[in-house]
């Protein structure tokens, strides 16, 4: 559906949208104030019908950008991290703060987001008592969501997000109820003792055939951000993560070695995430495949399906 048909269904605001680079530079300030502000909230997020209540606390100070982020309802979730790097985290992941993380939005690159969204300011709003500036960004294809965004007037910062599909429905919601700008405390960006390290492998004791995996493709304008290594969860066996990100949107690629484990071949769309795991037979034994992100079904099997390791073919 082409983005003048429903970008009325998105923003629902009878304000004239202004094009961009007035959006673009709204973009800009909000990955400034990530990069800069520290604050300390709290925010409602929604996935298929289902609140959740989150607090949130956001330092920047010696050079580095440190977040702690704890659920306040349902079973206890909690993750703090530095610079973008998980270091400790207890339950599930903590699904819809990824957009809040210094990773996610300190990097938006406006420029980049024009050649895979079309930018907008859709209008004003009022968000936890603050006003702010709707910027909204539709895709240019069928490889991603629409994400409209509340930012604070006064200090960029995000205060309201939505992920909307091409037919209009909203996939996700995050909203802060409240938002304090200011430096938090240190104590409160001290973990819980339930809070685990998470245990990052050390490179040199994977194998070079397992590090040379790739997607041969991608939506185009996602490119590999990031390559980790982490024990699995469930076993001893190293796993690799690739990182692939368009500037905004992103989705994760897992290898995991199967050491003779059974498992099967999974597509599930969770509201806005898709997960998509496939069995691979190679020289070096089975590999589990899984591409997790927030991005259309069909995208995500695209990509699984184009998994293959640089160096030496693998057979199914």
């Excluded at 048909?5 to 909000?30: N, R």
């Excluded at 290594?229 to 905004?248: K, P």
């Amino acid at each position: 559906m082409r983005a003048a048909l429903f970008l009325p269904i998105l923003i629902g605001l009878a304000a004239p949208a202004v094009a961009a680079p007035d959006a673009a530079q709204w973009l800009e300030t909000m990955a400034q104030a990530e990069r800069t502000q520290a604050f300390e909230g709290t925010f409602v997020y929604e996935r298929d019908g289902d609140f959740s209540t989150y607090q949130i606390w956001h330092r920047v100070g010696d050079g580095a950008v440190q977040d702690r982020v704890l659920k306040l309802d349902g079973v206890a979730s909690e993750r703090v991290q530095s610079d973008g790097r998980t270091v400790c985290m207890t339950g599930r992941s903590l699904v819809g703060i990824a957009q809040l993380s210094h990773g996610a939005i300190a990097s938006v690159d406006p420029l980049k987001l024009m050649s895979w969204y079309e930018l907008r300011v859709a209008g004003a709003s009022r968000v936890a008592g603050r006003d702010a500036v709707v910027v909204t960004l539709v895709p240019r294809d069928r490889d991603r969501y629409a994400f409209e965004m509340h930012l604070d007037s006064h200090t960029g910062l995000l205060l309201k997000s939505l992920l909307i599909d091409a037919k209009g429905r909203l996939l996700e919601r995050l909203q802060y109820t409240r938002l304090q700008p200011g430096a938090p405390v240190l104590a409160d960006l001290k973990s819980t003792a339930n809070c685990k390290p998470v245990l990052h492998a050390d490179s040199g004791s994977v194998p070079a055939s397992l590090l040379a995996w790739r997607a041969r493709w991608v939506p185009a304008g996602f490119e590999l951000a990031h390559t980790g290594m982490r024990r699995s969860s469930v076993s001893s066996a190293n796993v690799i993560s690739l990182l692939y990100a368009d500037g905004l949107a992103h989705f994760s690629v897992f290898l995991e070695p199967l050491n003779g484990a059974a498992a099967r071949d999974t597509r599930v769309q969770l509201g806005p995430t898709a997960a998509v795991s496939r069995r691979l037979k190679t020289s070096d034994g089975e590999l589990m495949i899984t591409v997790v992100g927030e991005i259309p079904l069909g995208t995500a099997e695209r990509i699984a399906l184009s998994m293959q390791r640089q160096d030496v073919h693998a057979v199914r």
